[in-house]
């Protein structure tokens, strides 16, 4: 019986004991010796998926990645953390030594390369690890990135100086990984670690065909990969994990196995899972660092992608994108995009990768983050992993009476709301015990901002958390800026300044470096507004240049918020802009009036423009459906003159059957 998070224990000396007289009969025993064996793989040895060098890698980085292999490394990893120790022996530092050896033909290097696998080989099954029932060595994220790290080199080391005894260590390694790894994968089961191991099983079978078990290997890895294309990856093209970082990891290792079979890259979910991370992508280049992940840069990935699908990388993307099963939703205006989670806590081989927060948002505009949140950490051995980054308290949401919410979030979300000037996200969720709401709406045209509305009831104490990259500074009763010498973040929160504990502190986060295409940690400045109640309404207003001077009140039950000469009046369901005292354009969702200017005899959605005093409504109906217009003029509906009954300065027409309409006021015709 298993006591890990894998099958029991199957290491043998097939796995990590093998001899030359293995590695021999293993190629069906086609020489005496490694020499003779190395050169009969050399003749049969097909190219790896991405031969080396990688030109996505600039020269100065492989050599400062290569260079600690020159002074000596531990190859034991010795004093590294719990899960740094695994991490360690994938041997993603060892690889470098070939790089830069390919790079300037300087033998240190090759010669730094053959000494450490060599004493790893010698030294590594007398490494233990601190997870229970998971060998640090022979386990399944291990097998796979060794066998991603070096079975690349293979193509360069067997015609080099590397001795014929290294040679054979580094083959064995990688052939004893692959058996533990065929062993390990004989039925599908959830999660990255067996569909990455699926497709270097794969990839090895490819480029050492003369392996005996290396059709065997393929069938398996083949079997894993379209299991877990259909059951791993949601329709909308996310991996099942949720995190952009371990959706590019698998998405990374399925680009690999669709260049060794193009079935793979025939799948549908193969090309979605690339457009998942296209509608992700910020104008800056990156993905937010959500559920985990660090910051992902997934322009070159895309780029590899649109050449195995052989289609553009240059998509248009909508203003809206619902992700349903991933649980996101991507708002978006010229400048500003908002991505909102709501999607579930997903289980993990270890521990779960997702975050303790739900209906949390970051927002971004002009390329940089202006609503953060904590994200993935350093290490999973971090101190602060539980506590700060996967916590609620490293995220833009509403903490209940400060505790964590719980893994059963019983999240439900409305459809979304569009209607081309304004764009609506509702969603509900009881991860705390409780119902909590929120509803964040986003205008698109400038002034473009977000409104935050959060709801909630009970006896209990609620503190609503804002994250910035820079420091947030009072301008206003319960109004902050976070901002730089170019751009920044106005928040405005319009409950009651007498009833609301307001606090600031600091975290720690990755910020995106866009020349370098680089996260480096820095600050994460947090805003805490506390008080008794759940109901927030919170204004967010990117900037550029000081900070706009903004007034928010409440009329009529209205929101009204005024920015220079824009005066903006947002009701439950509508949305009304007025410029220098003159209506500019309204907007409602599921309603029956509008503006005073339209009627209706079932709710539709609508968006009426006002444009020298001409009016034209763009509007939906769920079926046929009575309207009223306040016009002078005459109709045109779907740019057809009607003939409409006019009475007190309303119109009445007939919107004969459900779908889009435009009706358009026509004067002086």
């Not at 894993?224 to 996310?238: A, T």
């Not at 209906?359 to 950490?377: I, K, S, T």
């Not at 994460?524 to 240049?545: A, C, I, M, N, Q």
Request: proline letters at 6%.
């Amino acid at each position: 019986m298993s006591t890990g998070p894998e099958k029991p224990r199957h290491i043998d000396g097939r796995i990590n004991q093998i001899g030359t007289d293995d590695l021999l009969k293993a190629f069906g025993s086609p020489a005496e010796d490694l020499a003779g064996l190395r050169a009969f793989v050399g003749s049969r040895l097909q190219p790896p998926a991405w031969p080396l060098p990688d030109s996505d890698t600039p020269s100065d980085a492989v050599l400062e990645a290569a260079a600690p292999l020159l002074d000596g490394v531990d190859v034991t990893g010795q004093g590294l953390g719990r899960s740094q120790r695994y991490g360690f022996h994938y041997l993603g530092w060892l690889k470098p030594g070939v790089d830069a050896w390919l790079l300037t033909g300087d033998d240190r290097y090759l010669q730094a390369f053959e000494r450490h696998l060599d004493e790893w080989v010698s030294l590594r099954d007398s490494v233990t690890g601190e997870w229970p029932g998971l060998d640090v060595i022979w386990y399944s994220l291990g097998t796979w990135a060794r066998c991603r790290n070096l079975l690349p080199t293979l193509e360069v080391l067997t015609p080099s100086p590397l001795s014929d005894r290294v040679w054979g260590r580094l083959v064995a390694t990688l052939v004893g990984g692959a058996r533990w790894a065929y062993d390990e994968h004989d039925v599908f089961r959830h999660g990255n670690w067996q569909l990455v191991c699926a497709t270097e099983l794969l990839h090895i079978s490819a480029v050492l065909p003369s392996l005996v078990e290396s059709a065997a290997w393929a069938s398996r890895g083949r079997d894993r990969i379209q299991e877990h294309l259909m059951l791993d990856v949601y329709p909308d093209g996310g991996h099942y994990e949720r995190s952009p970082g371990y959706h590019g990891m698998v998405l990374s290792a399925l680009q690999t196995a669709a260049r060794v079979d193009p079935a793979v890259a025939g799948h549908p979910r193969f090309a979605a899972m690339h457009t998942w991370f296209r509608e992700l992508v910020s104008s800056g280049g990156w993905v937010p660092h959500l559920q985990d992940s660090g910051i992902v840069w997934p322009a070159a990935m895309l780029r590899r992608g649109s050449t195995l699908l052989d289609q553009a990388d240059d998509v248009q993307l909508p203003s809206a994108t619902v992700l349903p099963e991933s649980g996101y939703t991507i708002l978006r205006s010229d400048e500003l995009r908002a991505v909102i989670n709501h999607g579930p806590h997903i289980e993990h081989e270890l521990e779960s990768h997702s975050h303790r927060a739900v209906l949390d948002l970051v927002l971004d505009g002009w390329g940089q983050p202006l609503l953060w949140e904590a994200g993935g950490p350093p290490s999973y051995d971090d101190p602060g992993y539980l506590t700060w980054y996967q916590s609620g308290r490293g995220h833009n949401t509403v903490l209940v009476d400060d505790l964590e919410l719980s893994t059963d979030r019983g999240v439900s979300v409305d459809p979304l709301v569009d209607t081309g000037p304004v764009a609506v996200f509702s969603g509900r969720h009881h991860g705390n015990g409780l119902e909590q709401a929120r509803t964040i709406a986003m205008v698109r045209e400038e002034p473009a901002y977000v409104v935050v509305t959060d709801t909630a009831d009970g006896p209990h104490t609620f503190r609503a958390l804002w994250h910035a990259l820079h420091p947030w500074q009072q301008v206003g009763p319960l109004t902050y800026d976070a901002a730089d010498a170019d751009r920044g973040l106005l928040l405005l929160e319009t409950g009651d300044p007498s009833v609301t504990t307001v606090q600031t502190t600091e975290g720690v986060a990755r910020h995106p470096v866009l020349d370098q295409q680089t996260a480096e940690y820095g600050p994460l400045h947090s805003l805490s507004l506390r008080r008794s109640s759940g109901d927030f309404t919170t204004v967010l207003l990117p900037h550029t240049g000081p900070a706009p001077t903004v007034a928010v009140t409440r009329t009529d039950g209205e929101l009204v918020i005024t920015c220079a000469s824009t005066t903006d009046r947002i009701g439950t369901s509508t949305w009304t802009r007025s410029v220098d005292g003159q209506l500019s354009w309204a907007t409602g969702w599921r309603v029956r009036a509008l503006a005073s200017l339209l009627r209706s005899t079932d709710n539709v959605d609508a968006l009426v423009r006002v444009d020298d005093d001409h009016l034209h409504v763009e509007i939906t109906c769920s079926g046929r459906c009575g309207l009223w217009v306040r016009t002078a003029g005459e109709l045109r509906l779907n740019g057809i003159m009607i003939e409409a009954t006019v009475q007190d300065e309303w119109a009445y027409l007939t919107l004969p059957y459900a779908g889009p309409w435009i009706v358009e006021e026509v004067r002086g015709e």
